[in-house]
């Protein structure tokens, strides 16, 4: 049965890639701290699930000190020039944007399909992961898609992975590493807190009360946290399911799934959220850092009073 190991083996397998074009790359004076950054993260998705606990904490330890000790180095050149990438763009036109979208095709059909696939009457695909094994799956059918389009040299696509890599840095860790800061914190029982001091402070004896605060906890929290993974198993086993849905019968599905919204709404508004906010700030030189969350931030509270009116008149009202 296909599970998460197969997403986990294909990062993996990138992140190696990543790392052995990184130890290659003379030209960047920082090339080992590059690499031993992409090596021990590559090592941490393919064996990470059959390591013990106390191993993999300390690859995370040695994320921390490789990327902490200074900044990773930039890979010095690109697999194509820009004047052969216009070309190509005035060559295929529209036709560029057929990688990118059979990503969400392959998906949106791996989900409607191999939920009821069966081999020997076992699942062939885990039916609790089915969605994120397509998208696995459609990222390999876009690479595929994307070579037979472009014909670039056998190299090009771990060239320019480690390219993108090295231009966001230690940043690109931060989904992962923060979305288990919140699963840790869920387990500390930081949820059960919250709960307790929303109990103690805030008027919450009403559907309305308790979606509003369930949707401004989750983005002020994500802003805090920097993202929205974090913050949803807090909120939710804090506020969203003890208040919004068994007090007060809100419909489980639309609970969470908005609520992963309003975080977002968060995200919109922080730097911590570097990944997104900061790093693209960098890449485009911007002068101010902080120029891409100030542009962002009007969009996020008009988001976020959406998702509250919605929130509170779809999920009671079914």
Request: hydrophobic share 55%; net charge positive.
């Amino acid at each position: 049965m296909i599970g998460l190991e197969f997403v986990y083996m294909v990062m993996g397998a990138m992140l190696a890639g990543v790392a052995v074009a990184s130890a290659r790359d003379a030209s960047n004076p920082r090339r080992w701290r590059n690499t031993a950054f992409w090596g021990v993260w590559a090592v941490s998705f393919v064996a990470g699930s059959r390591l013990p606990d106390v191993v993999n904490g300390a690859l995370a330890l040695a994320l921390v000190l490789v990327g902490g000790v200074g900044r990773l180095g930039q890979s010095a050149g690109e697999s194509t020039t820009r004047a052969e990438r216009e070309t190509s763009a005035r060559r295929l036109g529209n036709r560029l944007f057929v990688p990118a979208l059979t990503i969400p095709a392959v998906t949106l059909l791996g989900t409607l399909t191999l939920k009821s696939a069966r081999v020997g009457g076992v699942p062939l695909v885990d039916p609790r992961q089915v969605t994120l094994v397509s998208l696995g799956l459609a990222t390999i059918a876009a690479l595929a898609v994307g070579v037979a389009m472009l014909r670039p040299p056998a190299s090009a696509p771990v060239g320019e992975a480690r390219r993108l890599l090295d231009a966001v840095g230690w940043a690109a860790v931060l989904p992962q590493m923060l979305a288990a800061l919140g699963a840790v914190f869920a387990a500390a029982g930081v949820g059960r807190v919250v709960a307790e001091l929303a109990g103690r402070w805030l008027p919450l004896g009403t559907p309305g009360a308790a979606v509003t605060t369930y949707t401004l906890g989750m983005a002020l929290f994500t802003i805090v946290m920097g993202n929205a993974f974090a913050a949803f198993p807090v909120m939710t086993a804090g506020i969203g399911l003890p208040l919004v849905v068994q007090r007060f019968g809100g419909d489980v599905a639309i609970v969470s799934a908005i609520g992963m919204l309003s975080g977002f709404c968060g995200t919109l508004m922080t730097p911590m959220a570097a990944n997104f906010n900061i790093v693209p700030a960098a890449l485009l030189e911007l002068p101010d850092q902080h120029a891409v969350v100030k542009v962002q931030i009007p969009t996020g509270l008009m988001l976020l009073a959406v998702n509250t009116a919605l929130m509170y008149f779809l999920a009671f009202h079914h």
